[in-house]
């Protein structure tokens, strides 16, 4: 297909309105934010600003583009007829907003094609963050914060490089996510573990993360980000360049990613979601 630039303008206006409504909705209620459920381990938890704001999300989607389908965190999946999945996360880092951090985010994302991370297209996508700070792209379009469009270049060498990072709620996963770490550290300026794929992704679209990487996402974290830190000209990729997928997401300067993808080689982490 190839895909009308109308439409994906479009899109991108769809995804900011819903980041923004929802977004609005997660900040104002968050002082009344309880746990109300947990998922793969007893840390890894949902409130009920989850849910509401994927309520929210799936309602709006059905006003506004009714043929569409959705993949969300925190309900069932709706098959479309358009071609067209929006991929919804309505807090993305919810640890960090159950305790007041700022870096926390809704995630939209306009995909076309099976809804899988290996065989869709991203066309649009945008992210509300805690700070308020409204992030989308477009395929082709480019990637703005606010407005201000962001544009990278090659990046610093990886040895002057902070580098993001994440770990999954299961101890025991999270512990060879730290032998990773472990082995990665002496070769870069810093880590960083902020706790939002979707807010890291977007930050090294800015700059102020010099590339990320992560293991064992799921769909939803990764969809717009990925989109937004690409069109600010990221090389985001998986294992051996393929797609980025929930095993494993690299995103960094299209003149260190290949260098960071050799070093998580040698340390192991390109098997480690494999391995679990």
């Known amino acids: 297909m190839t895909h009308d630039p109308a439409l994906i303008a479009e899109l991108v206006e769809t995804a900011k309105s819903l980041a923004r ?9 968050r002082s009344a934010a309880e746990v109300t459920a947990t998922k793969s381990s007893s840390v890894d938890i949902v409130t009920q600003m989850d849910l509401a704001a994927e309520s929210l999300l799936r309602e709006r989607i059905a006003q506004l583009r009714p043929h569409d389908g959705i993949l969300g965190e925190e309900g069932n999946d709706v098959a479309g007829t358009s071609g067209i999945t929006w ?31 290996t065989q869709w ?10 700070s308020g700070r ?72 800015a700059g102020q993360l010099d590339a990320y990487y992560e293991h064992g996402l799921n769909a939803w974290d990764i969809a717009a980000g990925a989109l937004i830190a690409s069109e600010a000209g990221m090389k985001v990729a998986g294992k051996h360049g393929g797609p980025a997928t929930e095993g494993l997401i690299i995103a960094a300067a299209p003149n260190v990613w290949d260098e960071l993808h050799k070093l998580l080689t040698a340390a192991g982490a390109l098997d480690l979601f494999d391995a679990q």
């Not at 409504?21 to 209620?29: C, K, M, P, R, Y």
């Open 21 to 29: 409504e929802a977004g609005q909705l997660i900040i104002e209620g």
């Open 87 to 117: 991929v919804i996360d309505p807090i993305d880092g919810t640890v960090n907003y159950l305790y007041g951090l700022p870096h926390f985010a809704v995630s939209v994302a306009a995909v076309w094609g099976p809804a899988t991370t």
């Open 121 to 130: 297209t991203t066309l649009a996508g945008a992210i509300f963050d805690g």
């Open 134 to 205: 409204l992030w989308s792209a477009g395929m082709g379009m480019g990637a703005d914060c606010d407005g201000r469009r962001l544009e990278r270049g090659d990046g610093a060498p990886l040895s002057r490089s902070l580098v993001g990072t994440g770990f999954q709620y299961v101890a025991e996963r999270r512990a060879l996510q730290g032998e990773v770490v472990a082995k990665l550290l002496p070769h870069v300026r810093d880590i960083r573990r902020l706790g939002a794929a979707a807010v890291d992704l977007c930050l090294v679209a």
